[in-house]
């Protein structure tokens, strides 16, 4: 499995001749044969779609058009390298991208020019060592089977062939997103009592956020900020935090000077333009939107929610032609997307109704009524909080509140969307109805599931799994209700012996959870109680 | 007006960027015509091709070290101090200039142990080092040694030469471990010095700072330069 320099298959990416030629001729001073080239991200995309490579060496600045990171966004978002892709980035000078913790794709490391051949395969050969260290790892991480990387990490740390801080980093994220908070707190103390590190600082701002403590958390990522103003990471969560104060204006200050050290990240764009509005700041809004949409053009993560937002600025501008050109323009982004079709019908409903074409807004707000229903039930909180809006615009309180009330039941343990639902009550005047509907239809998922529990607790497992069950179906994204159930199931499963057919619902219904959030600490728990049960895998 | 602070450093940036490759590409070409005049025989110009590769890393160098601090000044600087292993850092430094050593046929000899980690920012230490090779480049006689060891809490990274070491005046004005900053006026790399010390005190933990200070002696009796790291 070994890979070495003359069986690996290379790409080089670089917009500049020379330097293309240049690394071409290091790479077969090396003895290395079978080396390809490309210009521009486009014809790099195009390669690695039709071949297979060990090796991409990429320059991050490819001139006009995609970057060397939105290339390696594409590439790994259409699964074209694999996790044993070694991806080198190269680059003039240290870029933000190499510090901030934030990017979900990285490359494998940085090379900053002037680069020799030497140099070129030392940090190969280092890399390559490092990813058949980090393999194992990445590929559970992969098949979401997050025990088992955590466990590689242990035998990574152990074995003591790589950076174990690196090691530590990988854990730590890997603690959190199986929600296991006291182990990553414990973790982020052991460093942080050797010195403070900024991820593992940034890390314990994180935990106190989930467990709400919010001053608590807006001190720590201030403090990571002080030290390091550039660890955008801190700065993104740091933002997040004040809106959870209720202090949006302080929000869409640290995001302005996030977007002033990092200008060109779509979604910090998309943020600061969603404080911006929130707060009534049009002119910034509006630039920040434009700017998402400009920058996601050869992105792979381009949303929506962009054109929309941008439009509602327009509206709010009283420049409706405008918001109905920028949702025109969504249309045909998005053409085969049905949440985009919906976001974007909605919007038109309001812009239309602002117009004062009755007709034509109703029109544009059951089309939208219509996609929801076609989606049967699978539409993001966002998109229907965003539905929701524009029934208030025209009106229609009564269709915003059953839009409401089910996002808040699918939900209920969400504080960041409750947040959002009763912002949108407060700016219709309706602050008191809003929660009243927030804790009513909280109280209702909290009371059938209580029930469901206490039945099985009382020994009747069948009687709760069945509450749980009708509850379930009318409330598909719950991720409570759906894992409680799935822990009746396997409760059963336990006492009454093996059923392949309940083994099957536990499954579905696992899997239902691990795609609303895979960090749900039972969801890791149940899935080895089931295999260990059913015996298998 | 914070827009244009921005569009300034991008324009400043692409520009090193350009100029960076176009330097890559002439210091790789001259080595190669190095390499063929050295086959033939021709030490004359294999010698010329040597100093002049020297001027060109140093161009290289000082460009990514203005960029850097205009970069730190202005606030910019991604800044990223993690563990990292310090003999790869010391071997990539050696390896950037491992051609121009061997023109002059400078041995350098690198003392670290390998289970070594220290926080600090990669390529900005990296920059620290390949200056002070350079350095060493000019004022050595045939011979650089670079150590690195953990002394009471901080990282000490040496780069000794067997030159004649630094004018006393300078040794003086040079005490780095004072909060005075270097007199650059007296040396003609004030910019790398200037660098360097910036660089040495961005390093903190805790109350400790980073510094960096010269001195003479050292492991082969010439200049050496210091880099403390918290």
Known sequence: ??????????????????????????????????????????????????????????????????????????????????VSTVWVMVTAEKTQEMVMGAAEVKPDDYLLKPINQMLLENRLEKLITRKQCLAPIEAAVKALNYAEAIAQCDVQLKAKTINPQEILRVKSELLLATGNYSAAAALFESILNMREVAWALTGMGKICFHDKKYQEAKDIFQRVLRDNAVYMEASDWLAKTCSMLDQS?????VLQEAVRISPNSPTRQKMLGDAAFRNGALDVAQAAFEKTIKMGEFSPHKAPSAYTSLAKVFADKQQPIEALKTLALSKREFKYNTEAAIQTAAAEGAVYHQMGQADKAEAAMAEAEQLIAKASGKVSAEVAIDVARSFFKLGQKDKACGLLQEVVKNNHENAEISKNIEALFEDHGLAAEGQALIAESRDAVVAINNQGVTLAKGGDLLGGANLLRSAAHKLPHSEVILINLCGLLIGMLSKEGKSHQIAGEARELLERVRHLNAANKNYHVYTAALNRIMGGR | MAQDDISFSDLIASSIHDMKNSLNLQVSALEKIAMQSRDKGDSATFDDLGRVIYQANRMNLNLIELLSLYKLGKSIYPVDINEHSVAELIEEAVLQNQTMMDFKGIRVSIDCAPDLFWYLDRELVKGVLVNALNNAYLYTHDMIHIEAR???????????????????RLLHQGDASSDKPVNFESGSTGLGFYFSDQVAKLHKNGALRGALSIENGGSLGGGCLVLHLP
Not at chain 2, 150 to 168: S, W
Request: a negative charge; proline letters at 2%; glycine letters at 10%.
């Open chain 1, 1 to 82: 499995m070994a890979l070495s320099f003359r069986q690996a298959n290379i790409l080089i990416i670089d917009d500049f001749q020379g330097m293309r030629t240049m690394l071409r001729e290091f790479v077969k001073s090396m003895g290395v044969t079978a080396v390809d080239t490309a210009s521009t991200g486009k014809d790099a995309n195009q390669q690695l779609s039709t071949n297979k490579y060990d090796i991409v060496i990429c320059d991050y600045n490819l001139g006009p058009g995609a970057n060397g990171q939105q290339v390696l966004e594409e590439a790994k978002l259409k699964g074209h390298i694999g």
């Open chain 1, 249 to 253: 204006a302080e929000a869409e200050k």
């Open chain 2, 150 to 168: 953990h002394h009471d809490k901080l990282l000490q990274l040496r780069v000794e030469d067997n030159g004649r070491g630094y004018p006393e």
